[in-house]
């Protein structure tokens, strides 16, 4: 089992920047690819980026050029630098872990936190 705990949210002014983490515990060992999603008030979740078990990322073509994802695997952490916010960026992100499938006891298990609330105030 994984656990992610996201921390970093507030509210910030248009332009602003905010840094979210997202700590993974547990059978850490199981994690590949993390992610960020986020759910704007009566939207769907969407996807914001992703990171693979290296080095690989992409993102959603609404963040591109101003979000930034990355790892620190020693420290089990996922980051979210979020640069030039805008109004729209308003969501709860959430933290996503995809599992092993490969190694039997992480059975390809996905994850996700509990959220964290961004506002963005124009």
């Known amino acids: 089992q994984v656990q992610l705990v996201e921390s970093g949210g507030g509210l910030v002014q248009a332009g602003g920047s905010l840094r979210l983490s997202c700590a993974a515990s547990g059978d850490t060992t199981c994690i590949i690819a993390m992610a960020w999603y986020r759910q704007a008030p009566g939207k769907e979740r969407e996807s914001v980026a992703r990171?693979?078990?290296?080095?690989?990322?992409n993102y959603a073509d609404s963040v591109k050029g101003r979000f930034t994802i990355s790892r620190d695997n020693a420290k089990n952490t996922l980051y979210l630098q979020m640069n030039s916010l805008k109004p729209e960026d308003t969501a709860v992100y959430y933290c996503?872990?995809?599992?092993?499938?490969?190694?039997?006891?992480?059975?390809?298990?996905?994850?996700w936190g509990k959220g964290t609330l961004v506002t963005v105030s124009s």
């Open positions: 996503y872990a995809d599992s092993s499938v490969a190694i039997r006891r992480c059975r390809g298990l996905n994850y």
């Open positions: 990171i693979s078990s290296g080095v690989l990322t």
